[in-house]
């Protein structure tokens, strides 16, 4: 089975997952809910729900800007 191939997306990776004998799968998420993920799907959402095996989903996490991040090693500075 070619590693990219047309169709959905989730599928392949559940077909793939089953075909290789697969412990765990591993996906990232948008974090999107409600009538955004309903309206655009979820490849996460459709592999953890049919996938043959264990599946880990990772949330993206925003970056916070250079200010925040430095306002915070202040902080953690003044308090030690």
């Not at 990776?13 to 809910?33: E, K, Y």
């Not at 309903?38 to 729900?49: E, K, M, P, R």
């Amino acid at each position: 089975m070619p590693l990219q191939s047309p169709g959905n997306p989730g599928q392949t990776i559940c077909n793939l997952a089953s075909t290789w004998g697969a412990d765990l799968i591993v996906v990232g998420r948008q974090g999107l809910s409600g009538l955004s993920e309903l309206a655009l799907g979820s490849i996460s959402n459709y592999v953890l729900h049919n996938a043959p095996c264990s599946v880990l989903t990772m949330q993206h996490i925003a970056k916070m800007n250079t200010e925040s991040a430095q306002d915070e090693s202040s902080r953690v500075s003044a308090s030690d």
